[in-house]
């Protein structure tokens, strides 16, 4: 019986390594931000709701070859899929030198107006993703601190 | 009396074709499927801008409205549908009414003038006469209101847009199985917050 317990707590793991790809997100939080120390990944959040998440993603799927457009292209398609309304789609400073194409939309969430965005970094056969999202008053009060702080984001 | 009576019923044209006063009037219908995050709050958003354009919801259910809305509010409606969800499909369809209209109420001018006579006659006219006057009017009265009733409803086709609106729900849209790589379908408000299932 121990045994067994044992080898379901050996595959948990190895599970959970499997999923958590990537290096430990690196970055400033932004003022009014929270961050969950716990996540591998970047996640904080505000008292009003507002919500950012920095995360890298690799794998066979993702190759150097593909660009950044089509992956953001892809992105786009699946998400208007669920009914998000494209606002806006530029380029913003990332990491301090780097470019990431930025994606921001509407949505109604549980009965509300939100606005949620994206920002896609591709270097070589990684993808280095950040979501922010929230309230549309509140996200929009905190747009400027979230876009500021990914400039602080270390992508290696 | 009778032959001057039936001289008259057969003289009344039916399709003068001289007004044009209908010429370039059209109606137009539009047809909408979107693809929304939450469809009740959608179908709410959607019935309350109806009726802020002073419309008429004429049906709506859990996945669809259907509404008839005054020609100056159609683009604030497409306006709302396009912020309540992604589009996709649109269907329009316009049919000219003009033509139609044009011949009612040439229709109608033959039909007054043509009721105006037989008043006239009847104050000429012996019992008989009158009688059989009065029973043409009554019947030619009937035929003006029915050319009346369509004309108002062509009119009022012409005044609103019949807008119908199919709302589907996440995955319902063209993009029906999400993207093939995990992690593009976990972005989101579901995962950014920790909901998704």
Known sequence: MKIEIYAYAVVIAAAALLTSCGEIQVMKTPDSFARFDREK??????ADGVMMKTYEVSGRDVDA?????TWVDEMERTLVSKGYVSLSRKEISVGGTRKGLFREYTVIYNGENYMYSFVLVKKESRLYIAEMGGPEKAYKEKKDLMTGSLNTWVIP | MKKLLFALIMSVPFFPGFADDGK???YTGREYTIVVPERSAAVKTLIEKAREEKGIILFYSGSAVQMRVPVAGVDAIESAIKSTGY???ERITRADVGEE???LKARLEVKNNYIAKLYKLTQDANLGGTLNAEKAIETASVERDSIRSSIRRLERMARYSD???TVNGPGE???KNGSRFGFINALGMDNLTGESK
């Open chain 1, 65 to 69: 070859k593909t660009d950044e457009k």
């Open chain 1, 41 to 46: 990944d970047f996640r904080a959040a505000s």
């Open chain 2, 101 to 103: 209209l044009s011949i």
């Open chain 2, 24 to 26: 370039g009037i059209s």
């Open chain 2, 87 to 89: 589009i996709d499909d």
């Open chain 2, 163 to 165: 807008i119908f609106v």
């Open chain 2, 173 to 175: 849209g063209t993009v």
